[in-house]
């Protein structure tokens, strides 16, 4: 019998990542460009040589410990808790969930990266009134979970990068978004948290 924690968050990640493909998709059908899947700009084009197979690794990982009984250290979990681990399979659901509702909000203003000749509508309610990256902070805490089921050494290092490149992308974003937007976004940025909701700020 498959170990259900993996199991669940590995069906979960391909329902979460073949919805990024077709956004992609839907996006270019209706732009008739890329939502910059490979963005044009260099540091978007090095950043994804990382994240790529990084978010390979991420998905692959859970059907690894799901199924396989002997794997290699790299892919073996130091620890299997249950008492963690189905938590943590509740977690990732409603980050999935969380994360679908987002991209609703986003619409045609959605994108996988930056384009600097590119101007998008700025969302700044839903979500986007209480954090300025939704996604990715349901998605970073979508990638602590799965520590939490599979606490692999390569699901270690997988954590570590994509934590560190959304980190990356959610300033870089926010600079291009100053310039296309003005003063009106930097004062967005006063009042809404990047990735946790500012409360003092919004009850002022």
């Given at each position: 019998m498959?170990?259900?924690?993996?199991?669940?968050?590995?069906?979960?990640?391909?329902?979460?990542?073949?919805?990024?493909?077709?956004?992609?998709?839907?996006?270019?059908?209706?732009?008739?460009?890329?939502?910059?899947?490979?963005?044009?700009?260099p540091?978007?084009?090095?950043l994804?040589?990382a994240?790529?197979?990084?978010?390979?690794?991420?998905?692959?990982q859970?059907?690894?410990?799901?199924?396989?009984?002997?794997?290699?250290?790299?892919?073996?979990?130091?620890?299997?808790?249950?008492?963690?681990?189905?938590?943590?399979?509740?977690?990732?659901?409603?980050?999935?969930?969380?994360?679908?509702?987002?991209?609703?909000?986003?619409g045609?203003?959605?994108?996988?990266?930056?384009?600097p000749?590119?101007?998008?509508?700025?969302?700044?309610?839903?979500?986007?009134?209480?954090?300025?990256?939704?996604?990715?902070?349901?998605?970073?805490?979508?990638?602590?979970?799965?520590?939490?089921?599979?606490?692999?050494?390569?699901?270690?290092?997988?954590?570590?990068?994509?934590?560190?490149?959304?980190?990356?992308e959610?300033?870089?974003?926010e600079?291009?978004?100053?310039?296309?937007?003005?003063?009106?976004?930097?004062?967005?940025?006063?009042?809404?948290?990047?990735?946790?909701?500012?409360?003092?700020?919004?009850?002022?």
């Open positions: 498959p170990y259900l924690p993996a199991l669940i968050l590995g069906l979960v990640l391909s329902v979460y990542w073949a919805r990024v493909m077709r956004l992609a998709w839907k996006i270019h059908r209706q732009a008739g460009h890329s939502p910059n899947f490979s963005p044009s700009e540091i978007g084009k090095w994804r040589i994240w790529h197979p990084t978010v390979a690794v991420w998905i692959a859970p059907y690894l410990v799901a199924f396989m009984k002997k794997l290699p250290w790299t892919f073996r979990p130091l620890i299997r808790s249950e008492a963690l681990a189905w938590p943590a399979a509740a977690v990732v659901v409603l980050a999935l969930a969380g994360t679908m509702v987002c991209w609703r909000k986003m045609k203003s959605w994108r996988m990266g930056i384009n000749d590119e101007k998008t509508e700025l969302i700044v309610s839903g979500p986007y009134a209480y954090v300025r990256h939704p996604i990715y902070a349901l998605s970073s805490l979508l990638m602590l979970a799965s520590v939490a089921i599979v606490p692999s050494p390569l699901m270690l290092i997988a954590c570590g990068i994509h934590l560190l490149l959304l980190q990356l959610a300033r870089r974003e600079k291009y978004l100053a310039i296309h937007h003005g003063p009106g976004y930097l004062e967005y940025c006063r009042r809404v948290g990047r990735f946790v909701p500012r409360w003092h700020i919004r009850s002022a």
